[in-house]
């Protein structure tokens, strides 16, 4: 239901510079579906590694950091 001009948008005019701070804070994904969170992760992250400048590293990092987080989330609601 989401599109990537969000991401663009969200980075550009409201400070978003986190993946979570999209996620959670800016469309509220988080708190729907963390399968489909998960799986826009690796998209959102790149229009957000050009938007911010990140370099690959920072990208990889800002996934993996999600990525544990969400899971974490899964694992402590039993999915």
């Not at 990537?4 to 969200?10: D, F, H, Q, R």
């Not at 938007?51 to 590293?57: H, V």
Request: charged share 35%.
């Amino acid at each position: 239901p989401f599109i990537k001009a969000e991401v663009i948008y969200t980075t550009r005019e409201e400070m978003a510079c986190t993946l979570r701070d999209f996620f959670a804070r800016r469309i509220r994904f988080e708190i729907m579906d963390w399968d489909a969170v998960l799986e826009a992760i690796p998209t959102v992250a790149e229009l957000m590694r050009k938007e911010l400048g990140w370099s690959n590293d920072l990208e990889k990092r800002n996934i993996d950091e999600y990525q544990s987080l969400i899971h974490k989330f899964k694992s402590e609601a039993g999915l």
